[in-house]
């Protein structure tokens, strides 16, 4: 029988040294161990000591009587999950039940059955190897999910850690400080024409009216002088050069704003977030796409209405958020480019390709960011695939597939913020970018 597979070991607490020796023969000779004890403490400092497999318990004992020692075994941590079987003389089924609802497994009346004492261990013995092979099943179980749950938490921030990265690479590729160099050199040399052109505009007022004033008084007809004033048509040139030095001044206007912008745009991104007006981020961003929305060989300028509401400054990472600018922007110019293939110019120009950008307070809390094209649109099927690592649909060299996934990292995950889209392929896609002020 399964009980003499391996040696389990009860132990017995009875007053009755009767009882005590016919249960001693009848389990030895089953081949279990035994062990006896012939009152309530000895029991407990046993079964505290040596923990055996089952425990027989007599209910009526001097001292500290079946239920007592039930109740303290019950207690203490090292016992409370060995099975313990009472033992009655009492037919009384009350004490049967206070027995049960003190945590025993099972109850048997003397005079003992022989049969039914054996049959009754054996059960809640196999009851036992079974309860401990599930704890220790249940307990490898959840050192395996442990185990795994650190496995996926290191991946998990591994992750995160390349994603990282990668906005920083994109970052460096898209603009870069290539960029906020150039333009902090371009600076320089931009403030010396403009400081000389101011200077040289005031000279040559001076020298002009100078030679006015100079042939006025000495007219110098028939002379050399006067051939030469014919040949370089002087009263022309005297008009023309304060224009030219006037639009020269204008050109470098156009530098430093430029240069501004390119600074705005690459700001090099301090590790807490300020107050930005989003409006200078925008603005920047269009000025470094100019090229790209420019007149083309085959289609007309790409026209850009803004539409820029009253909104405060938010509380940002200007550079991050320039970055989702020129993501979006870009990818609106991308499905303009795209939706043009094959219509002249003329019909492009009575339908003109249009980017529109819109901001506006969507509540006291919200600022919202529109940015809309006119374009191909979105495939019904790919919509839920456009934000995915790497998914792109564009040629190998255009497309990267990031620059979605990075703006939603950026909007969601930086700034607490929300990115949606809808599109139409007849219509166009708008993307919307809503972002806590602070
Ligand atoms: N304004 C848009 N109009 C049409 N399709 C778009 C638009 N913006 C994004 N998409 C689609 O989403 C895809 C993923 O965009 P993105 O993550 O920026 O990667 P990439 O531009 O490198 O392809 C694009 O390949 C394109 O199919
Ligand atoms: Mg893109």
Not at 204 to 228: F, M, N, S, V, W
Not at 321 to 339: K, R, S, T, W
Request: hydrophobic fraction near 40%; aromatic fraction near 6%; include cysteine.
């Amino acid at each position: 029988m399964s009980a003499r597979l391996s040696q389990e070991t009860i132990l017995v607490i009875d007053d009755n040294p009767t009882n005590l020796e016919v249960l001693y023969n009848a389990l030895s000779i089953s081949g279990y161990d035994v062990l006896v004890e012939m009152d309530g403490s000895s029991g407990l400092a046993q079964a505290h000591n040596y923990p055996p497999d089952l425990i027989l318990l007599d209910v009526m004992m001097p001292g500290i009587d079946g239920f007592e020692t039930c109740r303290q075994l019950q207690e203490n941590p090292a016992t409370c999950k060995i099975p313990i079987i009472f033992m009655t003389a009492l037919a009384d089924t009350v004490d049967k039940v206070k027995g049960l609802h003190l945590g025993a497994v099972d109850y048997i009346t003397k005079p003992f059955q022989k049969e039914e004492v054996l049959a009754r261990i054996q059960t809640q013995l196999k009851l036992r190897r079974l309860s401990l092979e599930l704890e220790q099943q249940k307990q490898e179980l959840e050192r395996t999910v442990e185990l795994r749950t650190a496995e996926l938490t290191r991946t998990i921030q591994e992750l995160k850690a390349t994603q990282l990265q990668l906005i920083q690479s994109e970052k460096l590729s898209t603009v870069g400080q290539l960029v906020a160099g150039i333009a902090h050199e371009i600076n320089n040399p931009v403030g010396f024409l403009n400081g000389n052109l101011e200077q040289a505009y005031l000279a040559i007022q001076d020298l002009i009216d100078y030679i006015r004033l100079y042939h006025e008084i000495y007219p110098a007809q028939g002379t050399e002088i006067e051939e030469k004033a014919q040949e370089i048509e002087i009263d022309y040139l005297l008009e023309d050069l304060p224009k030219m030095l006037l639009s020269m001044q204008v050109g470098v206007e156009r530098i430093c704003s430029i240069s501004n912008s390119l600074r705005t745009f690459s700001r090099a991104d301090v590790d807490t977030k300020v107050f930005a007006n989003i409006h200078e981020g925008l603005e920047s961003t269009l000025m470094i796409l100019q090229h790209r929305l420019k007149a083309q060989k085959d289609r007309p300028e790409i026209q850009v209405i803004k539409n820029y509401g009253e909104i405060p400054k938010v509380e940002c990472y200007l550079g991050q958020l320039n970055q989702v600018f020129m993501n979006i922007l870009a990818n609106a110019i991308d499905a303009l480019e795209e939706g043009s293939e094959g219509r002249g110019y003329q019909e492009l120009e009575k339908n003109p390709n249009q980017i529109l950008v819109q901001t506006s307070l969507k509540n006291e809390r919200e600022v919202m960011i529109r940015i809309s094209d006119n374009g191909v649109g979105i495939g019904q099927g790919i919509k839920d695939r456009i934000f995915d690592h790497l998914f792109t649909t564009k040629p190998v060299g255009k497309g990267t597939g990031l620059g979605l996934t990075i703006a939603r990292q950026i909007i969601v995950e930086k700034h607490e913020g929300t990115l949606e889209f809808i599109s139409d392929s007849n219509r166009g896609t708008t993307f919307a970018i809503t972002l806590p002020v602070s």
